[in-house]
């Protein structure tokens, strides 16, 4: 019975590059969340999914971030032109069909922009 | 803006006693609010959640409620030092129409003190 998967789970990109961060909820759950966690502060909502639809995209940045989740395969979270200040660790997590509060989160990816 | 605000600490506790988390919000909507523990480098993990005024108890875990005050904190009783790690404050509302993520404090270092 897996929990959430994220991978990778550490990702290093140059500057100027793009990251692509997968998550696949645990199974049953239809909810799927990203959040971003930078050093000494807390979880930041940025997208809440659910099948082919974005409910919630309102802590996403307006520019080079993009997320999805597919009717198949796992929800990608995508950063275009990485800046140093992009670093942070990204978290996904699940909940069940019905409920949007209890969430089971992933390990986590780690993103460092050189 | 919903804001949940916490003391960041690092709150040092000696191991067998009690260690009393405090937690305000800000958003006299909110509904369900929960607490969540993060060991260094690792995911978040849920270990209570409280909907209603009071208290819930939860083996060594209590946590209380006043939605007047604004007020949710987390009591551990017979401290060990395997509790040591950031807790973090949750808090979510449902307002209609849109899809309120959960919203986190900035989280409360604790430290048991073997």
């Known amino acids: 019975n897996a929990g959430v998967m994220q991978n990778p789970r550490h990702l290093v990109r140059r500057r100027g590059q793009e990251a692509r961060l997968r998550c696949s909820p645990m199974?049953?759950?239809?909810?799927v969340y990203w959040y971003r966690q930078l050093p000494e502060e807390g979880l930041k909502f940025m997208v809440y999914?659910?099948?082919?639809?974005?409910?919630?995209e309102s802590g996403m940045p307006k520019e080079r971030f993009s997320a999805e989740f597919p009717k198949e395969g796992p929800s990608i979270l995508r950063i275009q032109q990485v800046v140093r200040g992009d670093s942070a660790a990204y978290f996904c997590?699940?909940?069940?069909?019905?409920?949007?509060?209890?969430?089971?989160f992933g390990s986590g990816t780690q993103l460092s922009v050189l | 803006q919903k804001e949940v605000e916490q003391n960041s600490g690092p709150l040092s506790v000696p191991e067998g006693a009690i260690a009393s988390l405090n937690c305000t919000y800000s958003?006299?909507?909110?509904?369900?609010f929960f607490w969540y523990r993060q060991y260094s480098g690792k995911s978040p993990e849920l270990i209570m959640s409280?909907?209603?005024?009071g208290d819930k108890e939860d083996g060594r875990f209590t946590a209380q409620l006043n939605k007047a005050s604004q007020y949710v904190s987390l009591l551990i009783r017979d401290s060990q030092p395997s509790d040591s790690a950031t807790y973090l404050c949750?808090?979510?509302?449902?307002?209609?129409?849109?899809?309120?993520?959960?919203?986190f404090g900035k989280g409360t270092h604790l430290i048991i003190q073997p």
């Open positions: 997590a699940s909940s069940p069909a019905g409920t949007r509060e209890k969430l089971f």
């Open positions: 199974k049953g759950h239809s909810h």
């Open positions: 999914l659910q099948k082919e639809n974005i409910i919630d």
């Open positions: 958003d006299r909507g909110s509904q369900s």
């Open positions: 409280i909907y209603s005024n």
């Open positions: 949750a808090v979510t509302s449902f307002t209609g129409g849109g899809a309120d993520g959960l919203t």
